[in-house]
Structure formats: C-alpha cells, structure tokens
C-alpha cells in the first residue's frame, strides 16, 4: 500500500488506526457506471414517501412500541400526508400482529392510505403475514432476503442459485394467498443490494416482475436499500441509475430505495438515488432506526420545500410532529437536527444577528412594496434557509444573546420584545455592557434581563427635577449657568423612548427616558451617568 506524499500545507502524518484492515468499496463490489445522467438531474417533485417509523425503526428501539404508541405514530403519519406506510412485522412478535389486526378492525386506516407488511422469505411467515392483513381492502407484502455474497457466504449458507430458488418458492408462496384479490401489492428487497453483485440484482427483480405479472395498473416495488452504507452517495447513485436504466418491464416497476446512516450521508444517497431515477423512498421521521439510523423523511421533504418544490406532506407544525415522535420512540430529537431542532433557527453570533436582523427588516420591507402578507412575500433571509414560521415557530427564539453576540443581536430583542430602537451609534455603546454582563454570568441573557440592563446602565434619576424645563435646550442653559456644559450630539425618539448622545464636560455619553418629557429627561440621565 502506498501512502500519498506529503505536502507542506498539510502538516497531516499518517495515524495509529488499523485502517488497512478495511477495503474499499470498489474492491467489495463492481458499480457499472457508464454514461452518468443523474449529476445533470434535477428533483422537481416528491416521490413517493414511505415510513418504516412503524416496522424498522421500531426493531431499533430498547422500548419497542405497544399498540397505543404504535397507533399514535400511525395516526400522525396519516395526518401528515403519508399514503404508503409499512405498519409491522406481523410474524415477528405477537406485538406486530396485533396492532396490524387493530388496523383492520378498528377502521384505523383511510382509504387513501396503503398499509405495507414486512415478510422474509419463509413459508410459515409468509402465511402468518397474510393472515394479519385479512379484511384490508389494500396493502402491500414486503419480501426480502439478503443477497450479497458475505451474506450467503455467512449468514444464509447459500449459494446464488438457493437464494434464487428460495425468493421464488416465497414468491410463489405470496401469490397463491393473494390470489385475484385486486388490493394487494408485491414488494421485494434484495437486502444488502449495495454490496450485491449487479446482475444478481436485476436476475431476482425481472424474475418477480414476470411471476408476479407486474402491469402498469399493479405495479410491483423493487426496492433496494443501502442496508449498510459502504461508500460516498455518489456511489449508490450509480448503482441505483444502473437499475433504473435496465430493469425490465419498467413502467410496471416502482424503483424505491431505503438508505441508512452509517457513514453519515443517508440523505445525500436518498437525493441522489431521486435523481438516479429512484421514484419511492423509505425512512423515518428524524432517522431512527438501527445503528446510525434509517434516512430522515422530515429532512428529506423540507429539504425540497427549502428548493420551492411542494413536499406533498405538512410539517406546518413541526413541533407537535416532534413531541409525538419522542413520545412513540421515547428519543429525543437532536437540538441542532434539521428544520426540527430547538436551535436550529437561533442566532447567537454577532454577525448572524446582524444579518438576520437586517434581512428581516428588509423582508418586511418588501412584502409592503408588493402589498402582500409578510407571510406570504418571497423569502430570502441570510442564515435562515426558510421561514421559521412555515413550520409553525415563531420568531422569539430567533435570535438569543450571550457573550457571543453583537449588537445587531440586542437590538433586535429590544426593538422586538419592549417597542425600544437604540440609535444605530449607541448600539455598540451598549452592546459592550451587554459583553461584560454575558462574559460575567457565562450564560445568555434574555430579553427581559436584557431590558433591566438597559434601564440600569442608561435611565439614571439625578437630584434635578426634569419637569422644570419645557425643552433640551433650557435644560442645557441651566446646567451651563451651574458650570457643566453639555453638548447634545444626537437626540432620537422611537415612541416608546428618547435617547440622547451627550458631550458632558468633555465626555460623551448616552443616556435615556421612557415616559412624560422623555428628551429632557434622556438628556439629564446622560449628565447624571457622568457625574454618578
């Protein structure tokens, strides 16, 4: 193995990390790249969207769900938009079957929305599974089977020939106990697609197509997950365009992809397997499931409304969507995750707050010059990729103040929460006592304590009494005549309160008063800070 040489900018040297021990991806499996159409492609609609939330991720909890969580999350999935959703592995627990038949029973299930079952290629499961969907008017039976070679080398002890017969014989199996019913769809997985050899791939898929007498009208899904990711996006792109280009009978064929998390792009191989010509994708609401997870649909579907393109499911109301979800799975939501997480459209940078501060003033701006609702006005905010409000968060936690912060940052929580709109010049006069104040505490400060530092720093009472001067310039006249000369250098009024930059006995100073004769007294509190 040779190691690339070194460069004088990279100051990188080879680490202790048994790193030789792993091998490539092009040395595991052959990708046929060819002719790459997808790095030209763009996504201008949804595919189709299918939670596992119900099947997959819950395999992946400590606490699985019982039928009460697990019918929460179904009734939310539903309210959000998703038609397709996998429901259980009915063979699997007693647990699974149960809450499919509680599906069936209870009328659980719109008539717009397809309920998917998980099945592996076994006789006795497969029966068991076509017993719990009985009474559904529609669902989908899922096969799978693992088909790589260190899976039938390790795990199954077959060879490609017994993996063939065995998905056939399961095929067969599937058919029979559908038989004419019209609601029933098949979907295969050959599970560990990404390390299967291609042509294996397309030898079981063409094989269900045709057995199972797929049409336009009854499609049949293939779908081929990235069960274990073992490369850069990229990577699975290829292997999915390669699919997409020669399954047979393609228009009778829903091209669907389930990528996981290991290597930390799951969403990246979800948007590029789209544009690879992936039309189904399934996951789960913020990426649970096994190891690193399964691809996250909430990043997935906003990612394209953040592009202008319509999602076809709401999280209009992504918090309410988010309590549910750690409710059933009893995990917390990262508080950076995308779109979802507590901080994710908060700024605490000085320049962040600056920009948004500016960009929200200037939206604002814009949506009066075309007579439309803030709302609904085009969006364009620095730091802030899309409306907070378009997911139901308001804009208070926007910005947040600590020893980080400017003041773009304080001013907006002032002009915001208490009506006050500090002078552009006294903003960084008060932005460093906002600096001591946070450095000092080591935590943020808020809008109220922001507001009290205000008052304290520059509403400063004095032993003269402000109501004996109708104006600033009387004030001055009468403090000239005791010896302190004042000069005004700006005096500003927002409505709420006057602010005063005043040169007072050689040194500048701002002061400031809210109420009845609000410019004299904004003009004396600058004199008594000086003189305090």
């Known amino acids: 193995m040779t190691t690339a040489p070194a460069v004088r900018w990279n100051p990188q040297r080879p680490s202790p990390m048994p790193y030789h021990r792993y091998r490539p991806f092009h040395d595991r499996v052959n990708v046929p790249a060819g002719n790459r159409s997808w790095p030209s492609a763009r996504i201008e609609r949804a595919p189709l969207w299918v939670p596992v939330d119900l099947r997959d991720g819950n395999q992946a909890l400590a606490e699985p769900m019982d039928t009460p969580r697990k019918r929460r999350l179904f009734d939310l999935l539903v309210a959000t938009g998703f038609k397709e959703i996998e429901v259980g592995y009915p063979s699997a627990?007693?647990?699974?079957?149960?809450?499919?038949?509680?599906?069936?029973?209870?009328?659980?299930v719109p008539d717009d929305v397809t309920p998917v079952v998980f099945t592996p290629a076994r006789r006795e499961l497969i029966d068991r599974t076509?017993?719990?969907?009985?009474?559904?008017?529609?669902?989908?039976?899922?096969?799978?089977?693992?088909?790589?070679?260190?899976?039938?080398?390790?795990?199954?002890?077959?060879?490609?020939?017994?993996v063939r017969?065995?998905?056939?014989?399961?095929?067969?199996?599937?058919?029979?106990?559908?038989?004419?019913?019209?609601?029933?769809?098949?979907q295969f997985s050959p599970e560990t697609f990404n390390l299967t050899e291609p042509d294996f791939v397309l030898e079981l898929c063409d094989g269900l197509t045709e057995l199972w007498d797929a049409s336009p009208d009854r499609p049949v899904t293939h779908n081929l997950?990235?069960?274990?990711?073992?490369?850069?996006?990229?990577?699975?792109?290829?292997?999915?365009?390669?699919?997409?280009?020669?399954?047979?009978?393609?228009?009778?064929?829903i091209l669907s992809v389930h990528?996981?998390?290991?290597?930390?792009?799951?969403?990246?191989?979800?948007?590029?397997?789209?544009?690879?010509?992936?039309?189904?994708?399934?996951?789960?609401?913020?990426?649970?499931?096994?190891r690193t997870g399964n691809v996250d649909l909430v990043t997935l579907a906003l990612n394209l409304f953040a592009q202008g393109v319509d999602p076809t499911v709401d999280f209009g109301n992504i918090d309410a969507v988010r309590e549910t979800v750690e409710h059933c799975n009893r995990l917390p939501v990262h508080p950076r995750h995308p779109y979802a997480g507590d901080l994710v459209y908060t700024a605490f940078s000085g320049t962040h707050q600056d920009a948004i501060s500016k960009g929200l003033t200037h939206h604002a701006g814009r949506a009066r010059e075309l007579g439309v609702p803030e709302r609904r006005a085009p969006w364009s905010i620095p730091y802030l990729p899309i409306d907070p409000a378009d997911v139901g968060r308001s804009y208070e936690a926007v910005i947040r103040v600590n020893s980080q912060s400017g003041k773009g940052g304080m001013a907006y929580l002032l002009r915001?929460?208490?009506?006050?709109?500090?002078?552009?010049?006294?903003?960084?006069?008060?932005?460093?006592?906002?600096?001591?104040?946070?450095?000092?505490?080591?935590r943020e400060a808020t809008p109220k304590e922001l507001y009290e530092l205000f008052r304290e720093?520059?509403?400063?009472?004095?032993?003269?009494?402000?109501?004996?001067?109708?104006?600033?310039?009387?004030?001055?006249?009468?403090?000239?005549?005791?010896?302190c000369v004042v000069e005004v250098l700006e005096l500003t009024e927002d409505g709420t309160a006057s602010y005063a930059e005043c040169r007072v006995d050689g040194v500048t100073v701002w002061g400031a008063a809210e109420g009845s004769a609000a410019s004299v007294r904004a003009v004396l509190s600058a004199v008594n800070r000086v003189a305090r």
């Open 93 to 108: 627990s007693r647990t699974d079957f149960d809450f499919v038949r509680h599906l069936v029973t209870s009328g659980a």
């Open 259 to 290: 990528p996981h998390n290991d290597r930390g792009t799951g969403v990246a191989c979800a948007e590029l397997a789209v544009l690879a010509g992936a039309q189904r994708v399934e996951g789960c609401l913020f990426g649970n499931g096994e």
């Open 130 to 162: 076509f017993d719990a969907i009985e009474g559904l008017p529609r669902a989908v039976v899922h096969l799978y089977i693992a088909t790589s070679p260190v899976w039938r080398e390790v795990v199954l002890g077959r060879d490609r020939g017994e």
């Open 225 to 253: 997950p990235a069960t274990v990711e073992i490369a850069t996006p990229n990577v699975y792109a290829d292997q999915i365009e390669y699919a997409h280009r020669n399954l047979s009978r393609r228009k009778s064929v």
């Open 416 to 442: 915001t929460h208490h009506g006050l709109d500090l002078p552009p010049r006294m903003r960084p006069d008060f932005s460093r006592v906002v600096q001591e104040a946070t450095d000092a505490s080591g």
């Open 457 to 483: 720093t520059y509403v400063v009472d004095g032993s003269v009494e402000p109501g004996a001067y109708p104006d600033t310039a009387a004030l001055v006249d009468a403090l000239a005549r005791t010896g």
């Open 165 to 186: 017969e065995t998905v056939r014989a399961a095929a067969e199996q599937m058919a029979r106990r559908a038989g004419d019913a019209p609601g029933v769809r098949f």
